[in-house]
């Protein structure tokens, strides 16, 4: 054997310790490293996925249910609900827990009657002059008709408009403002959100400072207006009398009550039905 021979078999042989210490150290970095990238993914997932994963199905759960199966929001075209035109109908919202009862016709279609100025005047004091944002303030308290005509023939899709904003699924317009419908359940939802957006709302001021007799001589004294802590009210008639609504709220509650039948005819039913539910809530 050749001394060159030997000095290469000896260099390989010293050569493997240094090998084997540069694969233990990169097998020692690339361990030391896999909790970094797992974390790193997790910080990724709660910071993006998870959380819009959770927001998204919290959104979806709180969406309220229509008949057949449908939520608000889901896409639904806004002519799909029933009409009933002629059934009593009582909503009721508790704001701070989020607590709601009411009727089974409570999301029907049915005439929204005067009640329907809260939606025109939404629109018109968001997209109207001021002189028409002043009018429209003034028409929710003194439930002025010719205002209403004037202010929905210039913004003939206001309804339409204020009920996409807000996902009211029974509330649609008519070429006049008077065959608009709604429901108890819409106009509940409208003012509960109004409430927490900005409970100093326009509206909610209009409404708490309401004339005692309309612009048409009626009074403005019935309905759920004579609930425990209602602080304000949009009353509703029709031309015959035959028909009557009202929306109210509280510090801590929304109620809407409509019927077919006379104004006392709705300030019993109410009365009935709901103030138990009011009582507790104005505690």
Do not use: C
């Not at 929306?247 to 709705?266: K, W």
């Amino acid at each position: 054997m050749s001394s060159s021979s030997a000095r290469g078999r000896g260099n390989r042989r010293r050569g493997f310790p240094a090998l084997t210490i540069v694969l233990v150290a990169v097998l020692v970095l690339a361990l030391a490293a896999i909790p970094l990238v797992f974390l790193q993914g997790y910080s990724r997932g709660v910071e993006t996925g998870g959380r819009a994963t959770g927001q998204a199905a919290s959104r979806d759960s709180a969406l309220p249910t229509l008949p057949g199966g449908a939520r608000v929001g889901s896409g639904q075209d806004l002519g799909t609900f029933v009409e009933n035109s002629t059934g009593s109908q009582v909503s009721f919202h508790r704001l701070s827990d989020g607590h709601r009862t009411g009727t089974a016709t409570e999301r029907f279609a049915r005439p929204a009657l005067s009640l329907v100025k809260l939606y025109i005047a939404d629109h018109v004091l968001e997209h109207g002059t001021l002189a028409e944002q002043y009018a429209a303030i003034a028409m929710i308290s003194s439930s002025d008709d010719g205002t209403a005509s004037e202010l929905y023939e210039k913004y003939p899709d206001s309804i339409g408009e204020t009920a996409r904003k807000y996902g009211l699924m029974s509330t649609r317009g008519d070429e006049r403002w008077g065959y608009s419908v709604t429901s108890t359940y819409d106009v509940v939802s409208f003012v509960s959100q109004l409430m927490e957006e900005d409970p100093t709302s326009p509206i909610l001021v209009a409404m708490a400072q309401a004339s005692p007799v309309a612009a048409d001589g009626y009074g403005q004294d019935f309905g759920t207006s004579v609930l425990p802590g209602v602080i304000g009210t949009k009353w509703g008639w029709s031309d015959g009398r035959e028909l009557h609504s009202s929306v109210s709220f509280g510090e801590d509650f929304v109620v809407a009550a409509a019927v077919t039948g006379s104004a006392d005819d709705l300030t019993a039913l109410v009365e009935e039905q709901l103030t138990d539910e009011v009582a507790a809530a104005s505690r």
